[in-house]
């Protein structure tokens, strides 16, 4: 595109114009002057605009820039460096601290890792530090309702009845009434016991208050310290609402990612998933030490050997098979020093 | 007069002239001020980046123009974000509460949907004309409540006629300055898509069907072995990705082969008195861009996200041709009005893809 000096040290750029009536384009000459004044000039039109009065957009990367005509006509100039040339000697810098800064290697840099930093720090702090805030806030029947109906699934799915004996069942379950007593006023929490049959040696903590203890892992224990310091430790993820914290977590984390990727790729819901489910992973790592603390606590608190604790986990872990546990276990490089905090 | 003349008839092609380079430090910095203004920024991020993408993209000379003020967009946010928060909390302390919202979400959707296409088309402009949308809640809750309802009752034999009347409805509602676009595809051309779609799909069911036997019995032997020390072995591992490593191709493929070729008949038949688009979009270069962004946006942590963008924008906009009898200078404006950005941006919120 030309662009000249005139002899009044004016700039003279060349433009298609628009006059917002019908779809044509002409080209034309802009003449910039000293005094503040702007002529346009066609084959078939002349007209003189007060600078001023100009509506000169802003400028993004090197497209080029539309200049609208206080008659509603419009200029398609793309010569960027003469317009914005133009523009400081005019003293006129409205919004071009945005191309300023997206053309600043070094502040762009800067952006990189603020992003990258603040992201992390977002998913490693901010999200867990509000999940938990929240759900401080909330009333633990929000809890129950997150977890309505989920033993009936897994009852259909997963676990058949006991086989244990009603009176190794009434002797843990007396066992579990007096961890609670030590517990605040007002935890209605349950244990029951089922065959778990696919997961083997396991215990779970169920959102709506409830604990499920298998058959399996009754019969690897050598006595019921170890079970007790493993109700601890579900109970710990009762006390700490570890189900809803995740619940907020990980929607919070989809929601972070999806706002950012937008539509590159033609699944996007992948995209999405795949990261959630490693930042969910990290996030379930942290509610585990959570829950030891609260275990080991517990343990030492009531002069019960944290040893129990150890033995346990060890133990369902070297033979536990097919078990999610021991899967969860081996995966995890963790599990060693989580064990070994419990070894005096 | 000196105007730009072409001579008629002709093939005008769009071209495209965004680099990834020049995206990612306005992306950036996009990401970096909306981070560091607690998202207020979006707003103009959101501007500046479909500016970028308007402005990039060329036909005849002239480049497009989004002219949507942040501001609106702003306000449709904040307001988008204020109806979920009461959705939210209202549904974990009334839980019964949810069919409500649903039943009113339905029911909003067609307001939604015609705001939204409202917005966007009046805020962009081509030669300092502005597009438009012209439609009414009616004709746009036959469409998206009238004939989902027709996709259930057919357990979902009549989704290709939604395919249909869905770009239908978004071409034939559509208008540069007074001028309408026409949509001149049929039901059929609809259903071929899907009828392709599902065929290849049996096909390659069919394949893994057979080839899926070759590996079961090493897995099964690997299952039983006793006293297992690792949990986890090799032909298990393998079994257990064998969701991601042949489901998600293949749904991929699929996927892109509907997306590609609903693009290409939506435009091919998208016409207004002596024009026609034209797009050859290829399912083949399609997939190897959504497949090669995908691998790279992930290893990337997402800081490929300008680059892919830009890669999917330039195909597309590089296959897409207008074929005019005259030249474009015959259009005449129409009455330019402002639309509020509610609707766009609740229906952002709330995940709607309002594109092709």
């Known amino acids: 595109m030309g662009q000249t000096s005139t002899p009044e040290g004016g700039t003279d750029v060349s433009a298609r114009y628009y006059d917002g009536r019908t779809s044509g384009a002409t080209a034309v000459r802009l003449s910039f002057g000293r005094c503040g004044l702007v002529t346009l000039t066609g084959a078939a039109q002349s007209a003189t605009y007060k600078l001023e009065e100009l509506d000169i957009s802003t400028r993004i990367g090197n497209t080029p820039r539309l200049i609208g005509l206080p008659d509603g006509g419009k200029c398609e100039v793309s010569d960027n460096d003469a317009i914005d040339r133009l523009l400081r000697k005019q003293a006129i810098n409205r919004g071009g601290w945005l191309h300023a800064l997206e053309s600043h290697y070094l502040f762009v840099m800067l952006a990189i890792v603020v992003t990258l930093v603040s992201t992390t720090m977002t998913f490693k702090y901010g999200l867990p530090w509000l999940a938990e805030r929240s759900a401080r806030a909330l009333p633990q029947s929000v809890d129950r309702s997150l977890g309505k109906g989920t033993l009936d699934i897994l009852d259909r799915s997963l676990f058949s009845p006991t086989t244990l004996e009603p009176a190794i069942q009434a002797r843990l379950s007396r066992r579990f009434a007096e961890m609670i007593t030590t517990l605040p006023a007002g935890r209605d929490y349950r244990l029951l016991f089922r065959a778990g049959n696919r997961i083997g040696a396991n215990a779970l903590a169920l959102p709506s208050g409830t604990i499920v203890m298998t058959d399996e892992l009754v019969m690897a224990s050598e006595n019921d310290d170890e079970l007790v310091a493993i109700l601890a430790h579900e109970i710990g993820h009762l006390e700490h609402r570890h189900s809803i914290r995740m619940a907020m977590q990980s929607s919070a984390v989809a929601l972070v990612i999806a706002a950012f990727s937008g539509d590159v790729v033609a699944s996007s819901s992948l995209l999405v998933a795949l990261p959630t489910v490693l930042i969910h992973s990290s996030y379930s790592q942290e509610f585990e030490s959570e829950a030891d603390d609260f275990a080991w606590h517990y343990l030492v608190d009531n002069s019960i050997p944290t040893g129990s604790f150890a033995s346990i986990l060890t133990r369902i872990g070297a033979d536990g098979g097919d078990s999610v546990v021991s899967r969860y276990l081996s995966s995890h490089p963790g599990t060693q020093a989580r064990i070994q905090r419990f070894i005096k | ?356």
């Open chain 2, 1 to 356: 007069m000196e105007t730009t003349m072409n001579p008629s008839p002709q093939t005008l092609p769009f071209k495209f002239h965004g680099k990834s380079g020049e995206y990612f430090r306005i992306w950036i910095v996009n990401v970096v001020l909306s981070i560091l203004t607690l998202g207020i920024y979006s707003a103009w991020a959101k501007v500046r980046n479909k500016r970028y993408f308007y402005s990039n993209t060329e036909l005849d000379g002239s480049t497009f123009e989004y002219l949507a003020n942040p501001i609106a967009i702003l306000k449709g946010r904040l307001l988008a974000l204020g109806v979920f928060a009461v959705y939210s909390v209202t549904v974990w302390f009334i839980p019964l509460s949810e069919p409500v919202f649903v039943l009113a979400f339905i029911a909003g959707l067609p307001w939604l949907i015609v705001r939204a296409m409202t917005f966007n088309a009046r805020n962009s402009a081509f030669r300092n004309i502005r597009f438009d949308f012209k439609s009414n809640y009616l004709e746009a809750a036959k469409v998206f409540i009238g004939i989902p309802l027709l996709v259930m009752l057919t357990l979902g034999l009549a989704y290709p006629y939604f395919a249909y009347r869905y770009r239908d409805f978004l071409i034939n509602n559509s208008g540069f300055g007074t001028t309408g676009f026409d949509f001149d595809a049929q039901t059929k051309h609809f259903y071929l898509i899907y009828l392709k779609a599902f065929s290849a799909l049996l096909l390659l069911g069919l394949l893994v069907a057979v080839a899926l036997p070759a590996l079961i019995p090493e897995v099964q032997s690997a299952g039983q072995l006793p006293n297992q020390e690792l949990p986890v072995q090799g032909p298990q591992l393998v079994l257990m990705m064998l969701p991601f490593l042949v489901i998600f191709p293949v749904y991929m493929l699929i996927g892109t082969y509907i997306h590609t070729a609903t693009l290409n008949t939506a435009f091919n038949h998208a016409y207004t008195t002596g024009q026609r688009f034209s797009s050859n979009l290829k399912v083949g270069k399609m997939f190897w861009i959504y497949l090669s962004n995908f691998v790279a946006v992930l290893l990337s942590l997402g800081l490929l996200i300008p680059w892919a963008k830009i890669r999917i924008a330039r195909y597309r906009l590089e296959n897409l041709a207008l074929h005019t009898e005259d030249d474009l200078d015959g259009v005449i404006a129409g009455e330019q009005q402002r639309v509020k950005a509610t609707g766009e941006e609740l229906a952002e919120v709330l995940d709607i893809d309002l594109g092709f």
